[in-house]
């Protein structure tokens, strides 16, 4: 069956510390990978997302991903995080072909202090 | 404004209630989606819509319909509420299905509680 998980469920970080979110995906042909953001009381919005050519994406506010297919990996990274990054993150893959379903992970809510 | 916007935002039913939730986009996209939020769970979807008049199941459609006769429009009914179905539910809509267009535009949610 497909599936997406998060390893990490909570994650709390002082700022300027480096972050890594792992998001690993289940599934036996092409898909497209994103991580959608929620920050408290907002929508759920896009950071980034991956389709193809280079496996390393960066996306707003300074995060970025690599897509390492041979692990089925899709890390979510930030070097150095803000107080206003805290939110929760979530992994979504969608197969390339067939439905089109979108397939989230449960989630990591990450709280940075100041 | 332009975006997804959906109602209630807040909503108390009782056991065995019919509740409809609505969702409603005004970039005229094609897909719409509603999804349902839960701790442990994450996002996990309960019906798409590639057009008007035309829906599909997701992941956990049981106790739930939709319909979509217009296409800005992609209400969610929940027939006969149960406790089990209290949970935040997020639609989403996308402009069409390309690698360009894959990404979703969520609403705000509906938090629902069964009682």
């Known amino acids: 069956a497909q599936s997406v998980s998060q390893h990490n469920h909570h994650v709390i970080l002082s700022e300027a510390a480096s972050l890594e979110l792992g998001c690993n995906y289940s599934?036996?042909?092409?898909?497209?990978l994103f991580w959608y953001v929620q920050y408290p009381g907002q929508h759920l919005q896009l950071l980034l997302k991956y389709f193809s050519g280079d496996p390393l994406v960066k996306g707003i506010k300074g995060f970025e991903a690599e897509f390492i297919k041979s692990k089925f990996s899709f890390n979510l990274r930030k070097p150095s995080v803000q107080w206003s990054d805290t939110a929760e993150y979530f992994c979504?893959?969608?197969?390339?072909?067939?439905?089109?379903?979108?397939?989230f992970g449960t989630g990591t809510r990450l709280k940075v202090l100041a | 404004d332009a975006g997804i916007t959906q109602s209630p935002r807040y909503k108390i039913t009782e056991t065995g209630r019919q509740v409809t939730l609505m969702c409603h986009q005004t970039?005229?996209?094609?897909?719409m989606f509603w999804y349902r939020q839960d701790l442990g769970h994450g996002l996990r979807l309960i019906y798409y819509s590639a057009a008007a008049d035309i829906t599909d199941k997701g992941e956990v459609p049981d106790g739930y319909v939709v319909s979509r006769s217009k296409t800005e429009n992609f209400p969610l009914t929940l027939e006969s509420a149960t406790r089990s179905q209290t949970s935040v539910y997020f639609c989403?809509?996308?402009?069409?299905?390309?690698?360009?267009?894959?990404?979703?535009?969520f609403g705000p949610g509906t938090r629902l509680t069964v009682t």
């Open positions: 989403a809509s996308s402009e069409h299905w390309t690698e360009l267009s894959y990404e979703q535009y």
């Open positions: 979504a893959v969608c197969p390339t072909s067939g439905t089109y379903k979108y397939i």
């Open positions: 970039w005229s996209h094609s897909y």
């Open positions: 599934y036996g042909g092409t898909v497209n």
